[in-house]
Nanobody, 120 residues
Framework: VQLQAFGGGLVQAGDSLRLSCAASGRSVSIYDMGWFRRAPGKEREFVAS????????IYADSVKGRFTISRDNAKNTLYLQMNRMKPEDTAAYYC??????????????WGQGTQVTVSS
């Protein structure tokens, strides 16, 4: 499974942005998927995950109510809609396919990061 995240950019606080993660090589419809992020000088952290059915999601407290994870299995694509963005959301965002947990080591497949910068 190859994953490619895109859609990052520079936005202002309060703006919205949608990240996408396109999968190739094998269908990801059987995998739970997640988004993680790494801010400058910090460790990578869990953002959100979604079951392969799309029916169950988990969010980090820091993004709950602002971010929405979704997927389109027919398009082999994962999304992260980010609303009411804050400067502390600035990070490289990574998509991953695995168990849908909050633990990095339970995701065997990772995409490259896409940079999101939120100015105040």
């Amino acid at each position: 499974v190859q994953l490619q995240a895109f859609g990052g950019g520079l936005v202002q606080a309060g703006d919205s942005l949608r990240l996408s993660c396109a999968a190739s090589g094998r269908s990801v419809s059987i995998y739970d998927m997640g988004w993680f992020r790494r801010a400058p000088g910090k460790e990578r952290e869990f953002v959100a995950s979604i079951k392969w059915t799309g029916g169950s999601t988990i969010y980090a407290d820091s993004v709950k109510g602002r971010f929405t994870i979704s997927r389109d299995n027919a398009k082999n694509t994962l999304y992260l809609q980010m609303n009411r963005m804050k400067p502390e959301d600035t990070a490289a965002y990574y998509c991953a396919a695995g168990t849908g947990s909050q633990r990095e080591y339970e995701y065997p497949y990772w995409g490259q990061g896409t940079q999101v910068t939120v100015s105040s």
